[in-house]
């Protein structure tokens, strides 16, 4: 069993930055790959970043990458976001979701443990 919270949401001007963590719970969260998906209202959840379990593969969708950087911190069971050149239009609920196999096409459906999310707002 593996809980996830997620942390650093929060108001952030267009063009700013903010680092959320994802902090596990549990001794087997090492052996998890992670994906960090976002969700706005009205909306799909879509992913944002992916990492393997030994934090050597990542995957990012065209629309964040160059701007997101997903990494973890196994010895401290945390799993970093760092988002960079944020826009409005990414205003939106994050949340960090785990799963066994790393598969950076995997769907939401396709993750077993969630967090609560934490709010992200960009303004313009």
């Known amino acids: 069993q593996v809980q996830l919270v997620e942390s650093g949401g929060g108001l952030v001007q267009a063009g700013g930055s903010l680092r959320l963590s994802c902090a596990a719970s549990?001794?087997?969260?090492?052996?998890?790959?992670v994906g960090w998906f976002r969700q706005a209202p009205g909306k799909e959840r879509e992913l944002v970043a992916v990492?393997?379990?030994?934090?050597?593969?990542?995957y990012y969708p065209d629309s964040v990458k160059g701007r997101f950087t997903i990494t973890r911190d196994n010895a401290k069971n945390t799993v970093y976001l760092q988002m960079n050149s944020l826009k409005p239009e990414e205003t939106a609920v994050y949340y960090c979701?785990?799963?066994?196999?790393?598969?950076?096409?995997?769907?939401?459906?396709?993750?077993?443990?969630w967090g609560q999310g934490t709010q992200v707002t960009v303004s313009s």
């Open positions: 979701a785990a799963r066994t196999n790393y598969n950076g096409r995997a769907q939401p459906q396709d993750y077993n443990y």
């Open positions: 549990g001794r087997t969260f090492r052996s998890y790959a």
């Open positions: 990492i393997s379990w030994s934090g050597i593969m990542t």
